[in-house]
């Protein structure tokens, strides 16, 4: 079974912190994604890295960016929270896509900042 | 640009009855179709999808069909289940991009006993 987690659950960090969500999945997949899920938005694409030390912007990368170091593990940061950035933030990994489309998501991260 | 839409916000069916919702997509370059469930705090799991070379695809209680002249798909579930209860987002992608799914808005589904 793949597994795709998250550092945390639920969050609450002030307006102007500097915030890290982390993501591990345990599969050797080559391709990771965050996104954020908004009501009455969807799933809309903030980044995604198809593979180590590479990333790609998605639909909506402004105040976010990515690293990934290692291939299992991909982070999300804030360089300054803000309180638009309160939302789910969803990690996702898959295999190459040339052997598969379908995505697997981790549990998410509920983010509030005040 | 919204490449992937549903329509509908909110469904509510009762228990044994068929679900149907409903998907539709504007890039003529997708070529490979997803259907995720998501229950509240919970991240998305995959449900069913279907290729391009398909008009139809079934896995128990659960079918998909696409219409490519329409550029509409939709999923079928029967019979409904309360369990079944949660967000369904429809999701697309184009082979030739390679990387990125493109999601619709979600339907809530409510399945009443």
């Known amino acids: 079974d793949v597994k795709v987690t998250q550092s945390s659950r639920y969050l609450v960090k002030r307006t102007g912190e500097k915030v890290f969500l982390e993501c591990v999945q345990d599969m050797d997949h080559e391709n990771m994604f965050w996104y954020r899920q908004d009501p009455g938005l969807g799933l809309r694409l903030i980044y995604f890295s198809y593979d180590v030390k590479m990333k790609e912007k998605g639909d909506i990368p402004e105040g976010y960016s990515v690293s990934r170091e290692k291939k299992e593990r991909f982070s999300l940061i804030l360089e300054s929270a803000s309180t638009n950035q309160t939302s789910m933030y969803l990690c996702?990994?898959?295999?190459?896509?040339?052997?598969?489309?379908?995505?697997?998501f981790g549990p998410g991260t509920r983010l509030t900042v005040t | 640009d919204q490449q992937v839409k549903q329509n509908s916000p909110s469904l509510s069916v009762q228990e044994g009855r068929i679900s149907i919702l409903n998907c539709d997509y504007t890039n003529s370059m997708f070529d490979y179709f997803l259907w995720y469930k998501k229950y509240p705090a919970e991240g998305p799991t995959f449900l069913i999808s279907i290729s391009s070379i398909k008009d139809k695809n079934e896995d128990g209680r659960f079918t998909v069909f696409l219409n490519k002249s329409a550029k509409h798909l939709s999923l079928h579930i029967v019979p409904s289940q309360p369990g079944d209860s949660a967000v369904y987002f429809c999701a697309a992608s184009a082979s030739r991009s390679g990387y990125a799914l493109n999601f619709g808005k979600g339907t809530s589904l409510l399945v009443t006993p």
């Open positions: 996702a990994s898959r295999l190459d896509p040339g052997q598969s489309y379908e995505q697997y």
